[in-house]
């Protein structure tokens, strides 16, 4: 669990507004897009590289890497 705070910690702010908005939260992509001001295509891209970068920086932490 602490490597998971550590990790969305080391996001960025907007990335992790969107990790909990959605992941957390359980707020759709096409809410979001207008909680965010943009369209429902790019807030779903934008929550894709998000959990990306989560997942990223959660297993660099934890020693290793992952296969994407």
């Known amino acids: 669990l602490e490597l998971m705070r550590s990790a969305l910690a080391a996001l960025s702010p907007d990335e992790r ?11 759709p992509p096409e809410d979001i897009c207008r909680l965010v001001g943009c369209s ?4 779903k891209v934008r929550l894709h590289r998000a959990v990306a970068s989560l997942k990223d920086r959660f297993f660099r932490l934890r020693g290793g890497r992952h296969a994407a």
Do not use: D, W
Request: hydrophobic share 55%; proline share 0%; aromatic share 0%.
């Open 17 to 27: 507004e969107l990790i909990v908005l959605h992941r957390l939260q359980q707020v």
């Open 40 to 43: 429902a295509g790019t807030a």
